[in-house]
């Protein structure tokens, strides 16, 4: 076994990524020093490679190759998964709760409403947490208004189930019920906006749901009192 001498660092024993130094063995052509490393890598076995050591203590070489071939797998992982809905899901929920210039930033992020370090630092983790239950058409919604996009705080929901759980809904109060104005809207057959306009006009509560309303309509939507 070569000695690398007097003039030459022995760094023999010392470890350099995933790389530990088993032996000097020479010089290359430009009279660098050379090591036989072996890779700790978890799908290497164990392999030799000699390595010049200006390469490990620049940390330009820290393992056989196989860190490269991790993330070159992980990279494509991640990108297989671009093209998935809900990537334009975990875009948009960024977007809005952290880019101040997102037009409904205000309603979100302006109010402190935030993604999770997790969720917002990785796709792969969002995807993974929130795959379950997803369908085509359903929306992100969380389940306390005022907390973050968070596990345990979310879950899919249709469009009309998600804007009732918006800071724009009002709530209304009548006959020991309280609903927000769009479920009111839906179970008594009216237009949400009709509905919007008469509380905006500040018609009286009972005047405003009952107008126009078949009666049989509004004895089933006062029957259930929540």
């Known amino acids: 076994m070569a000695s690398p001498g007097a003039q030459v660092k022995d760094i023999t024993g010392q470890t350099f990524g995933r790389l530990e130094v088993l032996s000097y063995v020479g010089k290359d052509r430009h009279s660098n020093a050379l090591w036989l490393c072996r890779c700790g890598g978890p799908t290497c076995d164990g392999r030799e490679i000699t390595v010049a050591g200006t390469d490990l203590r620049r940390g330009n070489t820290r393992s056989c190759g196989c860190l490269s071939r991790e993330s070159t797998a992980a990279r494509n992982s991640i990108h297989g998964l671009h ?4 990537y334009q899901v975990w875009q948009g929920m960024i ?3 952290h880019n101040s210039n997102h037009k409904a930033f205000a309603r979100y992020g302006g109010r402190g409403i935030a993604v999770c370090n997790q969720w917002r630092e990785s796709f792969e983790t969002f995807h993974q947490d929130v795959i379950e239950g997803y369908r085509s058409g359903l929306q992100l919604d969380r389940v306390d208004n005022n907390r973050g996009y968070e596990p345990g705080n979310t879950r899919w929901a249709t469009p009309a189930q998600n804007s009732r759980n918006t800071r724009r809904n009002n709530v209304v109060e009548f006959a020991g019920h309280s609903r927000c104005v769009t479920e009111w809207a ?5 237009s949400r906006d009709a509905l919007r306009n008469r509380l905006r006009r500040d018609w009286p509560i009972e005047r405003a749901l009952t107008e126009g309303v078949a009666p049989d309509r509004l004895a089933q939507a006062l029957g259930d009192p929540r």
Not at 83 to 86: I, K, M, T, V
């Open 83 to 86: 093209g998935h809905p809900l």
């Open 95 to 97: 977007a809005r709760c």
């Open 186 to 190: 839906e179970l008594l057959g009216l």
